[in-house]
């Protein structure tokens, strides 16, 4: 599924595993990804290897996770284990800040590669944007740059970018990230931040596509509620016949992004990937679109950090 076929960022097709149909992405280097994928952040090393596993015997074919995830080697002790061929799975990671800096993020690749047990990436992707030393942002991109032009890595991108981010991330560097991973759920859309990475041929990907089991305060006083929770969200599942996590994601699949659930529970990690046969209509998709609060769970990506951000990740 991995290809390097010379067509342009949104492109989408459908294939079919075991039964589910999943939109495929095409990124603006002709490289392609299923559209969901599996995500593993917060996800303990010990029950790592048997969720991934279930996710690869559900369908999943894209794993998503991070050096600051602490579980790269369980994500690689699964992929190698399992029946599925490794050129059929797109395998994602992320570079932490602390490895930021050009030689430290060809180290962090030699590390992460290590953990995975693989000699190449498929997507490799800064973490954060840590505005606060730039500098050292810049030149971990350019070491990306330097892993996708030896072939190292296919494709390259970032997480947490704002605009301002990516203007100077463009002005200095070569090549245009070919995705930004970004909070996005119906409670905080970033309509703005999607079309600024739409209009650069950036494919956007959600973390948090469901909101997780977060609560958000609104117009409800000081009641909280969780996007999973939402009556509009509800109202449509009931509908369609599908589960409010079903509903978000195939909310994301129809506008075309690549969204990133994550589970640890088998029933969950398939009812996930079965979102994929869900269809929303128009109306469905416009009142979805409408529940957008504003309002970001995850951290601010401009806040500084530094004490977070100068965690280190251990060797291999």
Do not use: C
Not at 145 to 160: F, M, P, Q, T
Not at 212 to 225: A, M, N, Q
């Amino acid at each position: 599924m991995p290809g390097n076929a010379s067509t342009s960022r949104g492109i989408r097709s459908r294939r079919t595993v075991t039964g589910m149909s999943i939109p495929t992405l095409t990124l603006n280097n002709g490289v392609t990804l299923p559209a969901l994928g599996y995500g593993v952040f917060q996800t303990p090393p010990d029950e790592t290897i048997a969720s991934v596993a279930e996710a690869l015997r559900v369908g999943y074919r894209h794993i998503d996770t991070a050096a600051a995830y602490g579980n790269e080697r369980e994500v690689g002790r699964a992929i190698a284990q399992s029946d599925v061929a490794r050129d059929d799975i797109v395998i994602e990671t992320k570079v932490w800040v602390s490895d930021y800096g050009y030689d430290e993020t060809l180290h962090a690749f030699e590390k992460a590669t290590a953990k995975l047990g693989v000699d190449s990436l498929d997507i490799l992707i800064l973490h954060q944007p840590a505005p606060t030393r730039f500098e050292k942002t810049i030149a971990a991109y350019r070491a990306l740059e330097s892993l996708l032009a030896d072939g190292r890595v296919r494709a390259i991108g970032v997480s947490n970018f704002l605009p301002h981010h990516l203007e100077r991330l463009r002005a200095e560097t070569e090549v245009v990230p070919a995705l930004n991973q970004l909070e996005i759920h119906p409670y905080f859309a970033q309509r703005e931040l999607l079309a600024v990475d739409e209009a650069q041929g950036i494919l956007n990907q959600a973390w948090s596509p469901i909101g997780g089991i977060t609560f958000y305060p609104g117009p409800w006083g000081d009641e909280r509620r969780s996007v999973m929770q939402d009556p509009e969200i509800a109202a449509i599942a009931e509908r369609v016949g599908a589960t409010p996590a079903q509903v978000m994601l195939a909310w994301h699949l129809q506008q075309g992004r690549s969204a990133i659930p994550k589970s640890v529970n088998p029933a969950r990690i398939a009812e996930n990937f079965a979102a994929g046969e869900v269809e929303l209509d128009a109306a469905a998709l416009a009142a979805i679109d409408a529940l957008d609060r504003g309002v970001r769970n995850g951290p601010d990506p401009d806040a500084p950090r530094e004490e977070f951000f100068n965690r280190v990740i251990p060797e291999a």
